[in-house]
């Protein structure tokens, strides 16, 4: 166990319908990406939270994505109008600020299968 | 933009045997690199990193890497392996720091190996 959470461990879903995921980070970890991970794949970046703002956010994250970290602690990633290709693991990842050389800890993620 | 090629997608080896990862990367900025861990239904776990100095690192469980600049690769290594070591490998790298760049340290990752230690 980092310290990670994440919720839900495991979502099914429809085809169309909306998910949203939560991610709790290590209490003094400011810095919080997303990744996600597709069968017999690593993890692809998808965005990036300094305290509250969205700094960096990938090709890969459609405008059917939104993240939030409203006060700069726990985060949500939200896909609206789920496809089937949207399903993979998503992986919240945190740590402390400062350099980028400071490791990342990984939470154990959430299963997305869309039907 | 960087990439990460992991060489094996699959390792099998038998136990007390030793094992070499291979991991390949491509930037065009200096970068740090590191190796996780995935255990099965588990997030990824932090074996080792490469930042600077000593291009031989150890990390944890008797894991060690070498980083070689000129091959740009960052081999992973363990003299012998356990059944508990049967998991899946990821090879990342991340932007180093660069004079008047943001560096904010997402993680690009290789496609991972899937090692398996029989007894």
């Known amino acids: 166990d980092t310290g990670v959470s994440q919720d839900p461990r495991h979502k099914i879903t429809k085809r169309g319908q909306n998910v949203t995921f939560r991610c709790d980070p290590i209490s003094e970890h400011n810095r919080l990406y997303w990744y996600r991970q597709t069968l017999g794949q690593g993890p692809e970046f998808l965005t990036y939270f300094q305290n509250e703002a969205q700094l960096e956010k990938s090709r890969l994250l459609s405008d059917r994505f939104s993240a939030e970290r409203p006060k700069g602690s726990f985060s949500t990633l939200e896909i609206q109008r789920t496809e089937q290709g949207d399903s993979a693991m998503y992986l919240c990842a945190t740590r402390r600020g400062g350099s980028s050389q400071e490791t990342q800890y990984f939470g154990p993620g959430t299963r997305l299968l869309v039907l | 933009a960087q990439s990460v090629t992991q060489l094996d997608s699959q390792v099998p080896v038998f136990e007390e045997a030793p094992v070499e990862l291979r991991c390949n990367y491509s930037s065009s900025v200096s970068v740090y690199l590191f190796w996780y861990v995935q255990y099965p239904n588990q997030g990824l776990q932090l074996l080792l990193k490469y930042l600077s100095g000593s291009t031989l690192v150890k990390g944890i469980n008797g894991f060690e890497a070498e980083f070689n600049k000129s091959q740009t690769s960052f081999h992973l290594r363990k003299p012998s392996v356990h059944i508990s070591d049967t998991a899946e490998y990821f090879c990342?790298?991340?932007?180093?720091?660069?004079?008047?760049?943001?560096?904010?340290?997402?993680?690009?990752f290789g496609q991972g190996t899937i090692l398996t230690v029989h007894p």
């Open positions: 990342a790298v991340s932007e180093g720091l660069i004079p008047g760049g943001t560096s904010y340290g997402k993680l690009t």
